[in-house]
């Protein structure tokens, strides 16, 4: 059983940068891909970005290409998400989600955080 904590999360002003970690409890931690997803009030959860196990696969979805940035340090047993140049519209619970594969589909990631909420103020 992977547990997966989210931080960073809060609350910027539009135009700004802020970075999420996502941290694990397993050292088998580098043995999973891990995606970013998240849910914005009365939305559906959709994909923000997934890596693979040893960072070399990487995938965003087109709302965030070119402003956000997914990293692991396997040896922190982290996963980072890069955001740059937010907008109100970023604003949104973000989860984070390991699995076998670096999937854009949230319901082939195995294990969950529990989310951290980041707020752009316009």
């Known amino acids: 059983q992977v547990q997966l904590v989210e931080s960073g999360g809060g609350l910027v002003q539009a135009g700004g940068s802020r970075r999420l970690s996502c941290a694990a409890s397993?050292?088998?931690?580098?043995?999973?891909?891990v995606g970013w997803f998240r849910q914005a009030p009365g939305k559906k959860r959709e994909f923000v970005a997934t890596?693979?196990?040893?960072?070399?696969?990487?995938y965003y979805a087109n709302s965030v290409k070119g402003r956000f940035t997914i990293s692991r340090d396997n040896a922190k047993n982290t996963v980072y998400l890069q955001m740059n140049t937010l907008k109100p519209e970023d604003t949104a619970v973000y989860y984070c989600?390991?699995?076998?594969?670096?999937?854009?589909?949230?319901?082939?990631?195995?294990?969950w955080g529990q989310g951290t909420q980041v707020t752009v103020s316009s």
């Open positions: 397993e050292r088998t931690f580098s043995s999973y891909a």
């Open positions: 890596i693979n196990r040893s960072g070399g696969t990487i």
């Open positions: 989600a390991a699995g076998g594969f670096a999937q854009v589909t949230a319901t082939l990631y195995d294990y």
